[in-house]
């Protein structure tokens, strides 16, 4: 999946992917309202007000789309004082969002160095970011959990075989009770990700956005996990997402336990809840699209915001767990 995605010649998000959109592979929800857009930035304005920072970063900003509409919904006078940062490792999308920012952001190729340049105070946020991170995938079987690998025939045709038993990643998945048989996948190389950056941050608010559940709903009806495939808006499933490798895009759900668990040395969790929350308030009685995006049967139920702000700092909310859909597909 990383060779897939990030390969420097011929991973998707690294050459091939051409846009976000109607003439792209998959559309994100800034894509189709501007209910997003106007609940980060009030959700930006307040965390950069209490927290002090001036530095606001978007991780993953895909075209620029919802980096340069937050930006314009800040109030003025948080948006006169406020430097935008964006992290993206794409040349493809860095490109793209240069000719829709100009001069109003920085650019930082990884997390590390955008904070780095904020001196560890910052407000962060993030819109389809996690499932894009490689997944490792694993299968339970008779004798227990076993990773699945992919092989090639002598036809140079992939399929899925199972690897030696081998020490598991940390994950809450694993815990749980599950039928033989069921896949899962673990974003393991996200968890070393925040590695990489969390232990440097000093002050700020984090909002994570993104598609999946808690890990006791994760897999409900799913005994083949959620690792898929997007390529010309059609979703791919089974053996269709190796049919393409480096010419779609590959997701997968992410487990929110996950994220809260691992991410805990550094960050508290201030609350966690539907995308429909977030976005009620902002959102018009009389546009379709925002009425799918608070539908909690589609994206309102099954996206989730994760808002944390660095450990030791009270969070401004109590944490909270609402529930959690059981359908989710990228928009």
Not at 96 to 114: E, F, I, K, N, T
Not at 132 to 138: K, N, S
Not at 146 to 159: G, S, T, Y
Not at 257 to 271: G, N, R, V
């Amino acid at each position: 999946m990383a060779r897939a995605l990030h390969d420097p010649v011929h991973g998707y998000y690294a050459q091939r992917i051409a846009g976000i959109g109607r003439r792209g592979d998959f559309t994100t929800a800034p894509m189709l309202s501007a209910a997003p857009a106007r609940a980060i930035a009030a959700w930006a304005a307040s965390a950069l007000r209490e927290s002090g920072c001036r530095d606001l970063i978007e991780i993953g900003p895909g075209d620029g789309t919802l980096a340069a509409a937050v930006l314009r919904h800040l109030p003025w006078q948080v948006r006169w004082r406020t430097r935008l940062h964006l992290v993206e490792s794409s040349p493809v999308l860095t490109e793209l969002q240069q000719q829709r920012l100009g001069r109003r952001a920085r650019w930082h190729p990884s997390m590390p160095a955008a904070l780095a340049a904020c001196s560890g105070r910052a407000v962060a946020f993030s819109n389809e970011l996690v499932d894009a991170f490689p997944v490792r995938r694993f299968q339970l079987t008779a004798a227990g959990w076993r990773e699945l690998a992919v092989a090639f025939d002598a036809n140079h045709r992939p399929h899925e075989c199972l690897l030696p038993v081998a020490p598991l990643p940390p994950s809450s998945s694993f815990s749980l009770p599950h039928p033989v048989g069921q896949s899962i996948e673990v974003h393991d190389s996200y968890r070393v990700w925040l590695g990489t950056w969390l232990p440097s941050w000093q002050a700020g608010r984090w909002l994570t956005i993104d598609y999946g559940a808690g890990a006791a709903d994760l897999y409900h009806r799913r005994p083949r996990g959620t690792l898929r495939a997007y390529l010309f808006q059609q979703r791919l499933e089974g053996a269709a997402i190796y049919d393409h490798p480096g010419r779609q895009d590959l997701t997968a759900d992410v487990n929110f336990t996950d994220l809260t668990e691992w991410s805990a040395p550094w960050a508290a969790t201030a609350s966690l809840r539907p995308m429909r929350d977030l976005l009620q308030p902002f959102t018009d009685p009389a546009s379709p699209a925002d009425h799918a995006l608070l539908d909690p049967l589609g994206a309102g139920g099954a996206f989730l915001v994760l808002d944390q702000v660095p450990a030791g700092t009270a969070p401004a909310q109590p944490a909270s767990r609402s529930p959690i859909g059981k359908q989710a597909s990228r928009l």
